[in-house]
């Protein structure tokens, strides 16, 4: 079992910056946290996602430049910077774990879900 819990969304300006963290906690040696998102009548969307184990870090095209997902060496806890927001980054950001690799930016290959953090970009 893996537990997971965002915080940090909010409204920001287009333009603006927002990061998100996404605290886990549970039993396993190393898993796969990915970042998605879904806006209202659309897919949940991967977004961002990093392994525990190691410094590999896998983005959607549409972020590719704006958004970085770090982790910190010995914290259970990563991060989503969100620079450069647009209007169409509108949506709610969930944080989900997964102990099978590969597929990292595919929401149903994930096991752990947290509630997610509502972010809002007005132009």
């Known amino acids: 079992q893996v537990q997971l819990e965002e915080t940090g969304g909010g409204s920001v300006q287009a333009g603006g910056s927002l990061r998100l963290s996404c605290e886990f906690s549970g039993d396993y040696y190393s898993v796969c946290l990915g970042w998605f998102r879904q806006a209202p009548g659309k897919e949940r969307e991967g977004v961002a996602a990093?392994?525990?184990?190691?410094?590999?870090?896998f983005y959607a095209t549409s972020v590719k430049g704006r958004f970085t997902v770090s982790r910190v060496d010995g914290k259970n806890v990563v991060f989503l910077q969100m620079n450069n927001l647009k209007p169409d980054d509108t949506a709610m950001y969930y944080c989900a774990a997964k102990t099978v690799f590969a597929r990292e930016l595919v929401a149903s290959s994930y096991n752990y879900w947290g509630q997610g953090t509502q972010v809002n970009v007005f132009s």
């Open positions: 990093i392994y525990t184990g190691g410094r590999s870090t």
